[in-house]
């Protein structure tokens, strides 16, 4: 897409999601003049760890649920941290963060990847319209596509439909942690959390790099422990 076409077509988003901004819930979040969140990277992801570790205690969270809420954020969004997490089903970004409505721009599939026009033109939405400060990879435990992607380095297996083509993205990180100590699963869910932040950093696109370079930006990779409940923020670099 060129530099013109994308403007365009950020343009038209922007202009149907345009209205008043409303600031996510918690310390330092009143509501800005100006497009996105007061918060910095390091405020959105301190309250991402305290609302992990309020998952973690089975403590009881603030996050706003109310049909205020709700009419508040109808009129525009502000969330203050895109999730770039994996569609599995018992990984809910909002529980385990402790997070409510508007808070967070969740971009979901399998893998958690932003191999596609989609799911990267979400992230980069996010950015650049709604000025989100934080970007989070999110990958955890016994994740179902990278298991695919591994026995299809390992044993060659082949999926049906898109499946297949689904988990391509993933293959490469399944190949570099190969040989390495421990389970190949395990370890393959945290090469391929590294490998998209490192796309994400790296990104040509000035939308995503320009806020990098003045630190209004930044990107963080996470892996969930089904079993604790805790995310740990493995790659904060």
């Known amino acids: 897409m060129s530099e013109v076409s994308r403007r365009v077509v950020i343009g038209g988003m922007s202009a149907a999601a345009a209205g008043a901004f ?32 309020r998952f973690i205690a089975d403590r009881p969270t603030s996050a706003p649920m109310s049909r205020q809420r709700r009419l508040e954020i109808a009129k525009g969004q502000q969330p203050f941290a895109v999730l770039v997490s994996c569609s599995d089903s018992r990984v809910g970004p909002e529980q385990l963060f402790g997070r409510g409505l508007g808070e967070l721009f969740i971009v979901r599939n399998a893998g958690n990847t932003v191999a596609s026009t989609q799911a990267m033109g979400s992230v980069e939405y996010a950015v650049a319209e709604l000025g989100v400060p934080l970007i989070v990879v999110l990958g955890h435990e016994r994740c179902g596509a990278v298991a695919a992607a591994a026995s299809v380095v390992e044993q060659n297996s082949l999926y049906p439909g898109s499946i297949g083509r689904m988990v391509e993205p993933i293959v490469p990180a399944v190949l570099a942690a190969r040989g390495r100590p421990g389970d190949l699963v395990d370890n393959s869910v945290r090469e391929n959390v590294r490998r998209v932040v490192r796309d994400l950093r790296t990104s040509v696109e000035p939308m995503l790099l320009d806020p990098q370079k003045t630190g209004r930006l930044k990107v963080v990779g996470a892996y969930y422990d089904l079993d604790t409940g805790v995310v740990d923020f493995f790659d904060e670099s």
């Open 22 to 53: 409303v600031a996510p819930h918690g310390a330092g979040a009143a509501a800005p003049a100006g497009k996105g969140t007061k918060l910095t990277a390091q405020q959105a992801l301190a309250l991402l760890k305290e609302g992990n570790q």
